[in-house]
């Protein structure tokens, strides 16, 4: 098992400030190569201006609002009956089966808001009783008959970056639970250059496969805001989508065939390059959150390294002009790998909290431009060279028609760098008294203004009060031809009274808000607990019973991950 962090109960991770490198980061000039820079600041304060900018816009007064410590979290004692803990000591061996508590915090919830306010409380009751650690897919199945058979939930684990309550393994009947963690089936077992190929274990982090595929001079290009944590199997287990994805696709693009461990036996999914052979079965496994069964083996379309990487920063003057270039640019599939357009809001947060040279570069830049004002695109290339500049040569053309001015690859470059250090900013602000939380939806081109203008006003109206008004941004990330997705971040002055109903009072309003405007109910984050309410308006009833049927065949006794996806 990979060495263990210092254990923690802030968002993304411990450990001090660093820089890592995997395989060989470039600058980002046009003739560099496209390597990837890691770049973790978990203690970086935030600026003094952006404090300010912050108790001026949400009548917010900070205050220390520290987590508890880890030795005074509440953790009631495993309940996993003996005889199972015996069973699975002989299947797995001693070391691999564990009651510790150290282990069972660990593998305590994701990293939601929700989550992480009930764990900085001191509120552990979504530990599994047990951790298991199985090293392949018989003994993942094996572990699975018999926990179908002796009634203990099973929640699959990988790197424990859920957003929305995947990890719960809430139970109407309240049994055993068992966490079972991948980090022993982390390894590339076959590689097929030619094939543009590679077979995965579930639970291999995004960094390692990126440093093993390098060896063979390929790339996945996945990248989500996770990347530093989050594995191969939860990629698939939630149809994630990756900053690069524009580009490169969303994850389920990328799977080629899979192996999902079930209650009732083993799936092998998916026949590359392509097959006719009826309805497409790899589609119920990827998106599938555990609640089918584990996933073990992830068969990956793969790409050449880039030998360029080109990221720079563009500014619209208003939102609505941003959203009609990159409109023109989809429609004629001139889309950058990596786009992102920031609203206004989240254009001057972004300037507030850069703090030091970042920002004194992205100000003067958008000084000399006229363009004090307005909303920040970020857009980036990766590939052959001669593709890149034309690519790019294309798509500045159509930025230029819609009024968008260039403001350079130092802005663009910067953002590569901190792209992964969100989560840390979200603990500095969660200690300092803030409701800090995402949730994202997808529409199409004609239907995303409205949906950005109903969320927006959900939020406001569910966490508005007299003095105080939630600060709330949002950005495009991921463009398609029909459409778009939208990410929205919302801060507040926390109830520290009723701080999980006041989330979820205005996670219900906006969810509502954006269902009605023609959003899909997740665009990446998957389902879930947070959202299993809404499964039905998006699927339909018939949907359901469908994905009801499915799980009656797989897991009859419903102990995978029964917490999730399926609404009551």
């Known amino acids: ?63 220390a609002t520290p987590p508890v410590a880890v030795g005074d979290i509440r953790l009631a004692p495993s309940r996993l009956p003996e005889d199972v803990h015996a069973a699975l000591v002989a299947l797995l061996g001693g070391e691999h089966v564990r009651t510790d ?37 018989a003994e993942t199945a094996a572990l ?60 291999m982090r995004g960094p390692a496969l990126e440093e093993a595929l390098a060896e063979h001079g390929l790339t996945l290009g996945h990248l989500p805001q996770s990347f530093e944590f989050a594995t ?37 999914l998916g026949h590359p390059p392509a097959s006719a052979a009826g309805p497409d079965l790899l589609g119920l496994a990827l998106g599938s959150e555990g609640a089918l069964g584990v996933i073990t083996e992830v068969r990956l379309r793969v790409r050449p390294r880039p030998r360029t990487a080109v990221y720079e920063g563009w500014s619209f003057r208003t939102w609505e002009d941003g959203l009609a270039g990159l409109q023109r640019l989809a429609r004629h599939d001139l889309l950058p790998d990596v786009v992102r357009l920031s609203d206004p809001e989240e254009t001057r947060a972004n300037l507030l909290n850069a703090g030091g040279a970042g920002a004194r570069l992205l100000r003067g830049a958008l000084r000399a431009r006229g363009r004090a004002e307005g909303c920040l695109l970020v857009v980036g290339w990766e590939g052959l060279p001669p593709l890149v500049r034309a690519r790019r040569r294309a798509a500045v053309g159509v930025l230029r028609e819609h009024g968008a001015a260039r403001v350079g690859r130092r802005v663009g470059e910067s953002w590569r760098r ?25 529409a199409t081109w004609s239907a995303l203004p409205a949906v950005y203008d109903a969320v927006r006003r959900a939020l406001r109206g569910s966490l508005g009060a007299p003095g105080r008004q939630p600060l709330v941004m949002g950005h495009v990330s991921h463009g398609y031809a029909t459409g778009a997705s939208l990410y929205v971040t919302v801060l507040a002055d926390r109830d520290d009274d009723l701080p999980l109903q006041q989330w979820l009072g205005a996670k219900r309003a906006a969810t509502d808000a954006l269902l009605a405007a023609g959003g899909t109910l997740t665009h990446h984050h998957a389902v879930g607990a947070d959202h299993r309410p809404w499964l039905e308006r998006e699927v339909g009833p018939l949907g359901v019973d469908v994905l009801r049927a499915v799980k009656q065949r797989l897991d009859p006794r419903g102990v995978c991950n029964p917490g999730v996806l399926l609404p009551d």
């Open 232 to 268: 191969v199997g939860g990629y698939a287990a939630t149809r994630s989508a990756g900053q690069a994805s524009t580009g490169v696709g969303r994850f389920d693009d990328l799977v080629a065939g899979l192996t999902l461990a079930t209650p009732s036996g083993v799936l092998e």
């Open 418 to 442: 901190h792209r992964f250090a969100a989560p840390y900013l979200r603990d500095r602000l969660m200690d300092a008294g803030l409701l800090v939380e995402t949730l994202e939806t997808a």
């Open 144 to 203: 699975l008959a018999l926990c179908s058979e002796r009634d203990v939930v099973v929640v699959p684990f990988g790197g424990g970056t859920s957003v929305v309550g995947g990890l719960a393994g809430v139970d109407p009947d309240d049994r055993p639970s068992l966490s079972v963690d991948l980090s022993r089936m982390a390894s590339v077992s076959d590689v097929d250059v030619a094939s543009s190929l590679v077979t995965a274990g579930p639970g």
């Open 1 to 63: 098992m990979p060495e263990q962090p210092e254990l923690t109960i802030q968002g993304w991770g411990p450990g001090s400030s660093r820089v890592a490198t995997v395989a060989d980061a470039g600058e980002g000039a046009e003739e560099t190569g496209g390597g990837l820079e890691l770049t973790r600041d978990p203690e970086l304060p935030l600026p003094k201006a952006a404090r300010r900018h912050l108790a001026r816009e949400l009548g917010w007064t900070p205050r």
């Open 101 to 137: 508590r150290e282990s069972r915090l660990r593998r305590a919830g994701g990293k939601s808001y929700l989550d992480l306010l009930r764990r900085r409380g001191g509120d552990a009751s979504d530990a599994p009783d047990a951790v298991a650690l199985p090293g392949s897919t």
